[in-house]
Nanobody
Framework: QVQLVESGGGLVQAGGSLRLSCAAS????????LGWYRQAPGKQRELVAA???????NYADSVKGRFTISRDNAKNTVYLQMNSLKPEDTAVYYC??????????????WGQGTQVTVSS
């Protein structure tokens, strides 16, 4: 089992910045990806950014150049620095851990979600 605890959401004006944090604990195997998804009202959950433990990162086109994902492997913590926020970034942001265990089985774990609201 993996537990994910998120923090850092809130209300910000357009053009502002927020930083999300997600601390993972439990069975974090060496092969894992930590990332952020978001879900706006009436929309499907979508990938925002992901960071493998090997250093590979991936971003949604809509956030490239504005958001930066980073992680501290020693702390099993992933961060999402969000700059130049837009009203369309308003959503509940979920931390995700994609784990591959020693037998090759893959699991997904989710945080409880944190609200990000960007006012115009």
């Amino acid at each position: 089992q993996v537990q994910l605890v998120e923090s850092g959401g809130g209300l910000v004006q357009a053009g502002g910045s927020l930083r999300l944090s997600c601390a993972a604990s439990g069975s974090i195997f060496s092969r894992n990806t930590l990332g952020w998804y978001r879900q706006a009202p009436g929309k499907q959950r979508e990938l925002v950014a992901a960071h493998t433990n090997g250093g590979y990162t991936n971003y949604a086109d809509s956030v490239k150049g504005r958001f930066t994902i980073s992680r501290d492997n020693a702390k099993n913590t992933v961060y999402l620095q969000m700059n130049s926020l837009k009203p369309e970034d308003t959503a509940v942001y979920y931390c995700n851990a994609h784990i591959i265990n020693v037998l090759g089985y893959e699991y997904d774990y989710w945080g409880q979600g944190t609200q990000v609201t960007v006012s115009s």
